[in-house]
């Protein structure tokens, strides 16, 4: 019976809350340490997905958002704003190619 407790605005902040947990594991670490970490605790970096997975889909579902859709749309829009001829290899913002 969770839904009860499922709302936007709530259902936000734990994704963004798994998000931070997700982050958690790259943080203070970089390059070969980086790497290495990532090699050794994949399962623990996949759980963390796993969660902001669960907790967009949910959104997307309780909103009845089509978030296939959506993506795919939005893909079609990143083309137009970052056409490879000018973003290939760079960077730079869309809005200053």
């Given at each position: 019976d969770?839904?009860?407790?499922h709302?936007?605005k709530?259902?936000?902040i734990?994704?963004?809350l798994?998000?931070?947990?997700?982050?958690?594991h790259?943080?203070w670490?970089?390059?070969k340490?980086?790497?290495?970490?990532l090699?050794n605790?994949?399962?623990k970096?996949?759980?963390?997905l796993?969660?902001?997975l669960?907790?967009?889909?949910?959104?997307?579902h309780?909103l009845?958002i089509?978030?296939?859709?959506?993506?795919r749309?939005k893909?079609?829009?990143n083309?137009?704003?970052?056409?490879?001829?000018?973003a290939?290899?760079?960077?730079?913002?869309?809005d200053?190619?």
């Amino acid at each position: 019976d969770w839904k009860q407790f499922h709302n936007a605005k709530d259902m936000a902040i734990s994704l963004v809350l798994e998000a931070a947990e997700l982050l958690e594991h790259f943080q203070w670490r970089s390059g070969k340490e980086l790497n290495e970490y990532l090699e050794n605790e994949k399962q623990k970096v996949s759980a963390e997905l796993a969660d902001v997975l669960y907790w967009l889909l949910l959104i997307a579902h309780d909103l009845e958002i089509d978030i296939e859709g959506a993506f795919r749309t939005k893909m079609v829009e990143n083309d137009a704003k970052y056409p490879v001829a000018k973003a290939s290899g760079t960077h730079t913002k869309y809005d200053q190619l």
